[in-house]
């Protein structure tokens, strides 16, 4: 068999393997030790162990049980509760409020934790019961809190960022700063949808709430210290005081400590916390590493060289190269999660990027974005099914419908980056310099 068609039939082993059920780490170590030994031969399976346990010594790694131990701490405490409850007392007067609120609260959530269904689950369970009381339909509450939690993975920090810079050797921290603006900006299009919908619908019922002054600084108190930790992470990080892995490191001992000390968090719940991060973060850890061991196959096979071969021979202008990768990376995010496509497919795209000199931080974002709507788009967006679990209530067609006008909105957004990068770029070149 030729390279390419070793490469055909590789990714309709690898896409059926994931896809029947079997965990990601386990799923790439066996297709690839497979191909290796059947295409390969014995030799080939030689450095199996070493680029297995290799890829795992990469300092860079730190960051990433760090940031979920975060993201663990904060979405086991009552955080997000008193975020939206907060905002809300901020926004009722406002046609929408109640659903702005959740959509900030998402930004602001996500801006702690990292994590897309953490951030919808933990908004979630407060804001949609809230909503579905007040007369807000069901549609848009499931699309509100589905879409403004899969910002987890754009807003730093961002545990994608961090497998995107790990793979790609780009700057974590410029990653992270070139996700802050999209990620306003699209936490303002979801709001500016909402107050247009409310505004259609007529929705006033926010304004007949009242809250004092006194009641909306009061309820500022406890989300205060978890704004100050991001400050503290973009400070410290920014300023240059600190490695990304440091950072990780101290907001996450902070984390602890304010979630013991505000909510008054049990030994047992800790206990909980510390679990359930290492759970998580062995199971992405074993997943970089397998990833790891599949790219070497690739490479080892010439499946990569070939496949980027192939695409050079298109010869492709650079907008036609973007739409066919957009339209891959959003075809794959339908299906896959979004560590297994980034760690999948970037073996072969990043040389088809580095010839074409397209900037990689912005790819970054652009890849991201794209991730983020196979996470809330039919069939199999991880976020919807996150909205049934806290919301048994909505129907399963409700969640999918009220998902759609804001997967229209990250698509109209991603065609708006492609034509004005600098929304990405401006932010990481204004702080830290040209690329050199």
């Not at 007392?89 to 659903?99: D, I, S």
């Not at 879409?147 to 790990?166: H, V």
């Not at 008054?264 to 397998?290: C, G, K, P, Q």
């Not at 560590?339 to 990043?350: G, N, Q």
């Amino acid at each position: 068999m030729s390279e390419l068609e070793i490469g055909g039939l590789l990714f309709f082993v690898t896409f059926a393997v994931l896809f029947s059920g079997v965990p990601i780490a386990f799923g790439l170590v066996a297709v690839a030790v497979s191909f290796l030994a059947i295409f390969g031969g014995h030799a080939a399976l030689a450095a199996v162990s070493k680029t297995f346990i290799g890829e795992l010594s990469s300092f860079a790694l730190l960051t990433l049980p760090m940031f979920v131990v975060l993201g663990a701490a904060i979405g086991m405490s009552r955080a997000g509760k008193d975020i939206f409850e907060s905002l809300h007392r901020w926004l009722h007067r406002v046609p929408g409020g109640l659903v702005i609120a959740n959509i900030f609260a998402c930004g602001l959530f996500s801006a702690m934790c990292g994590s897309s269904p953490a951030t919808a689950a933990a908004i979630g369970k407060a804001g949609i019961p809230e909503m579905l009381k007040r007369g807000v339909s069901a549609r848009l509450a499931a699309g509100a809190i589905a879409a403004g939690g899969s910002l987890g993975i754009l807003i730093p920090p961002s545990i994608t960022f961090i497998i995107y810079g790990i793979v790609t050797e780009t700057s974590i921290g410029r990653l992270f700063l070139a996700g802050v603006v999209p990620g306003v900006l699209l936490v303002l299009l979801f709001s500016l949808y909402a107050w247009v919908v409310s505004v259609r619908s007529q929705d006033r019922a926010m304004q007949e709430e009242q809250f004092t002054l006194r009641e909306k600084v009061s309820g500022l108190a406890r989300t205060l210290p978890f704004l100050m930790i991001i400050i503290a992470v973009t400070v410290v990080m920014y300023g240059g005081f600190a490695t990304p892995s440091e950072v990780a490191a101290i907001a996450a001992f902070l984390a602890l400590i304010l979630v013991a000390v505000i909510y008054r968090t049990r030994l047992a719940d800790l206990w909980s916390i510390m679990r359930d991060a290492t759970r998580e973060s062995s199971m992405i850890l074993m997943i970089v590493a397998a990833a790891a061991l599949y790219s070497y196959m690739m490479s080892y096979l010439y499946v990569t060289q070939s496949v980027a071969d192939w695409m050079f021979s298109w010869n492709l202008g650079t907008w036609q190269l973007i739409l066919v990768l957009n339209v891959f990376l959003l075809l794959a995010g339908f299906f896959m999660p979004a560590v297994a496509i980034i760690l999948m497919s970037m073996p072969f795209i990043l040389p088809v990027l580095t010839q074409n000199h397209i900037d990689l931080v912005w790819f970054g974002v652009i890849l991201t974005i794209n991730l983020e709507i196979g996470l809330i788009h039919p069939p199999v967006g991880l976020n919807i099914f996150v909205i049934r679990g806290v919301a048994p209530e909505i129907p399963l067609r409700d969640v999918m419908w009220g998902v759609l006008p804001f997967v229209a909105i990250m698509m109209l957004f991603i065609a708006l980056l492609t034509v004005f990068p600098q929304i990405a770029t401006w932010l990481p070149t204004a702080l830290m310099g040209p690329v050199l």
